[in-house]
């Protein structure tokens, strides 16, 4: 499309010559004769040419108005009464150049030239920016409902600060996408974001993870080796599921939270970092501390900045805009020409449970998107696990004949680690537990821990 270029002189036949020359050169030009006209024409203009000097409203007032309602368009003002403080004013409100009448044409067509560039390459770098960091931009992590919008507020006002911040919520409700907009939004922005999922660590091999270690600090240490926390130095540490880690870690985290500092495994010498922590958690903290599996100094120094995401279910305003946007995000991938969802699917999708929240509903898009068969999703392609619909409601349930509810919760902890092959770390997920506070259950039943 041709750069629309808008014309205000009050001078008629300077405006038709301005308009020939750069119609010319393969602009779109358009003329106003005063301010007052130039507002209504400036939002379509790409560039806006000015005279100072204008019947009733002159061209520094009109620069102000013009950078208040279309902030994108250069504005070159042009005067015959130029002088160095008339310049200096049309600068500081924001002219992207300054002409003296009587001025050349080919000195005009150079002066709009070099502006309608910079603004191509203004545009071109907000753009490639904006691709960048669209991931993980607050604007891009989908939640119009009011818990949401609060959320986003409190991201934006922590992000640009070190304080620790601890995301609470259920499994995939985006902590992942909280905490890296936490980082992406700050002045860490550029340097690293480790993440360390504190469920997939094995608790003998925690330590030398988290802090590195040195060369021959244990069997098989052929090298010395970095740890995460060395890796996250100047950038942020995200710590998922910190409430499975065990106490001995506890007391290590604590110090680099007070400190910034620790030792590698196998090593006397202190090492400083510069880092940024924030942690998540799927549990509630504070019935850990009443069980002694977690520790109170380290918790108040992890909850500087709680922020607790809600579930799905309990934002189900959020659903339709989530539902449009992982349509359009995963149907290139899943191979499908669906090209949007109806009002029947979105009420379907609105009268589910959602026990897996965010994470579940991508995964039926994507289930969904991949059985369609039409240009639109609709409520028969959508696939459903009816069978994990939350089923039990208030005077319903009742305890199984002649079992009282530490019966109960024993019979079905020893379902769990049946199922689980023993492993209790899958046990706890399977009970939706913390390692550790499956470990006190067990101790409370007279179990191994």
Same mark, same amino acid.
Request: charge should be neutral; proline fraction near 4%.
């Given at each position: ?16 010559? $301005? ?16 301010? &007052? ?36 368009? %250069?504005?070159?003002? !042009?005067? #015959? +009464? ?17 002409? &003296? ?5 080919? +000195? ?28 993980? &931009? ?9 818990? $949401? ?6 991201? $934006? ?32 922005? *550029? ?14 091999? !925690? ?26 130095? +100047? ?8 409430? *499975?880690? %065990?106490?001995?870690?506890? /007391? ?31 549990? *509630? ?19 500087? /900045? ?26 290139? *991938? ?41 240009? !639109? ?7 459903? &696990? ?16 002649? $079992? ?23 046990? #706890? ?21």
């Amino acid at each position: 499309m041709k750069p629309n270029v808008l014309i205000v002189e009050d001078e008629e036949k300077l405006r038709r010559v $301005m308009e020939l020359r750069l119609s010319g050169e393969g602009y779109e030009v358009t003329q106003a004769g005063s301010a &007052e006209e130039a507002l209504s024409l400036a939002p379509r203009a790409d560039l806006i040419l000015s005279d100072l000097r204008l019947p009733g409203m002159d061209g520094l007032k009109l620069l102000e108005l013009l950078r208040r309602q279309n902030g994108m368009a %250069p504005v070159i003002l !042009m005067t #015959a +009464h130029g002088s160095v403080g008339a310049a200096v004013e049309a600068m500081k409100l924001g002219a992207a150049d300054f002409v &003296e009448k009587p001025f050349s044409l080919d +000195h005009l067509s150079a002066v709009v030239r070099k502006a309608i560039e910079v603004r191509a390459l203004r545009d071109e770098n907000r753009q490639l920016k904006e691709e960048l960091g669209r991931r993980y &931009e607050i604007t891009n992590i989908i939640g119009r409902s009011k818990a $949401m919008q609060e959320i986003f507020a409190i991201v $934006m006002r922590v992000a640009p600060t070190r304080a620790t911040v601890l995301l609470a919520g259920e499994s995939g409700v985006g902590k992942d996408l909280i905490a890296r907009a936490i980082h992406h939004n700050s002045p860490r922005a *550029d340097k690293p974001l480790v993440k360390i999922n504190c469920t997939a660590l094995p608790e003998n091999l !925690m330590e030398s993870e988290l802090f590195g270690y040195e060369k021959g600090a244990f069997t098989g240490a052929n090298v010395s080796k970095p740890g995460k926390f060395e890796q996250a130095d +100047h950038g942020t540490v995200f710590l998922d599921e910190i409430g *499975d880690v %065990p106490p001995q870690i506890q /007391v290590k985290l604590l110090r680099v939270l007070q400190e910034r500092e620790f030792e590698r495994l196998g090593s006397n010498k202190t090492l400083h970092i510069d880092v940024r922590v924030v942690a998540a958690t799927n549990q *509630d903290l504070r019935a850990a501390l009443e069980q002694g599996t977690f520790r109170e100094d380290l918790y108040y120094r992890l909850n500087v /900045v709680p922020i607790d995401i809600p579930p799905l279910r309990e934002r189900r305003e959020d659903i339709p805009w989530l539902a449009e946007h992982f349509v359009r995000k995963l149907a290139p *991938d899943a191979g499908a020409q669906v090209e949007g969802i109806t009002a029947r699917a979105i009420e379907k999708l609105e009268q589910y449970a959602w026990p897996g929240n965010v994470r579940e509903l991508e995964n039926v898009i994507e289930r969904s998107l991949v059985m369609a068969r039409g240009t !639109m999703l609709d409520a028969d392609d959508i696939r459903l &696990e009816t069978a994990r619909q939350f089923k039990a409601i208030a005077g319903d349930f009742a305890l199984p004949s002649g $079992m009282t509810l530490d019966q109960y919760e024993q019979e079905i902890i020893k379902q769990a680690l049946k199922k689980a092959d023993g492993n209790k770390s899958q046990a #706890a997920r399977l009970l939706g537990l913390t390692r550790n506070a499956l470990r006190y259950r067990l101790g409370q039943m007279g179990m191994e821990s």
